[in-house]
């Protein structure tokens, strides 16, 4: 038992180490169709009951959120952060299919100290009042990266400046997604390039005239040609929101989208020909047999041809044996006798330590010195040239 004891000491006390205490819960209040934000600042996960004294700031955290009971995130919620020094946020908008109760676990790593604290968001998803939002607008923020609009100031500015080129009445942000997500490319590192964010906005009343000439087709054309989009108003979110007029999506969901119908003839679609009669049904085939020949018959000829080469290579070899009992003896013998003598000579030859004889050396003259090479005929010249 005293194993068992060490290590639920130790246990305890990572535990205690990391932050292990109860996690905190807060309750929140999403709505279907409108932009939910939650900020995740250092200071509501540092800042505990049992400190006393407040955290030293900055400190680098980092978090990690999921569902509860799944590893990742639902899929109308995003999260984000640019650093470690910066707080995240969770951000997105939930559709009609998740009405209801969701829990999300939070966990927060101090990379400085290694502690990490946990934290239970309970999203109680439920339905918007007041009036619908039929007539929503998209607009591209160049000048923005997503979590320099995801706070609530900079949100009501956009609001208040966008209010100038719709009608009056009020809106409300309908989604918030970063270019990064729409496929964009994240920028060179210059001084002023983001990513950009697009903001879509709601709203009951009905789009502007001005919104109307900036997405209407002679606009579109305009834009794909680099030429300037069509604006008959002025631009109420410059300086502070550049926003990229060419890519202005609006959407009327105040008219009710014609029900699909069913293929008409003409148009690629053939008229009912009597004379026609297509198959109903495909007539079963057996395969089986198309497979058998298909794999034993070159099975089968390989297999021939490998033993025909195996007869003519294996059994119709007539043998060393066979031919030295066909051979008479007395040339037997003789072949032997010629063999053994020449690896007697061989072997003689190799182990001789005698002079070379006269007959293979230059011949030469005791008066002058002069020598012959040995290729000249021996019984011309004589061995001892005499000089008179």
Known sequence: MAPALIWISLLGGLLEGLGGTEAQQTTLHPLVGRVFVHT????SFLQRPEHVFPVPAPVPITYHAHLQGHPDLPRWLRYTQRSPYQPGFLYGTATPEDRGHQVIEVTAYNR???????????????????????????????????????????????????????????????????????GGRVPLPIEGRKEGVYIKVGSASPFSTCLKMVASPDSHARCAQGQPPLLSCYDTLAPHFRVDWC???????????????????????LEHDP??????????????????????????????????????????????????????????????????????????????????????????????????????DSAQVPLILDQH
Not at 247 to 264: H, I, M, T
């Open 40 to 43: 995740l600042d250092h200071e």
């Open 112 to 182: 400085d100290s290694f502690n990490t604290t946990q934290q239970m968001l309970v999203l109680l998803i439920g339905d918007p009042e007041g009036p619908l939002l039929p007539y929503q607008a998209e607009f591209l923020v160049r000048s923005h990266d997503v979590e320099e609009v995801l706070p609530s100031t900079p949100a009501s500015h956009f609001l208040t400046a966008l209010g100038g080129l719709w009608e009056p009445g009020e809106l409300q942000l309908v989604n918030i997604t970063s270019a990064l997500d729409r």
């Open 247 to 269: 890519n202005v999506s609006l959407v009327d969901k105040s008219v009710p989208e014609p029900a699909d119908e069913g293929p008409a003839p003409g148009g690629g679609i």
């Open 275 to 376: 004379f026609f009669c297509p198959p109903t049904e495909a007539t079963a085939r057996d395969f089986l047999t198309d497979a058998l020949v298909t794999l034993l018959v070159p099975l089968l000829v390989a297999l021939l041809l490998t033993l025909l080469l195996a007869y003519v290579m294996c059994c119709r070899r007539e043998g060393r044996l066979k031919r030295d009992l066909a051979t008479s003896d007395i040339q037997m013998v003789h072949h032997c006798t010629i063999r053994g003598n020449t690896e007697e000579l061989r072997q003689m030859a190799s182990s001789r330590e005698v002079p070379r004889p006269l007959s293979t050396l230059p011949m030469f003259s005791v008066h002058t010195g002069e020598r012959l090479p040995p290729q000249v």
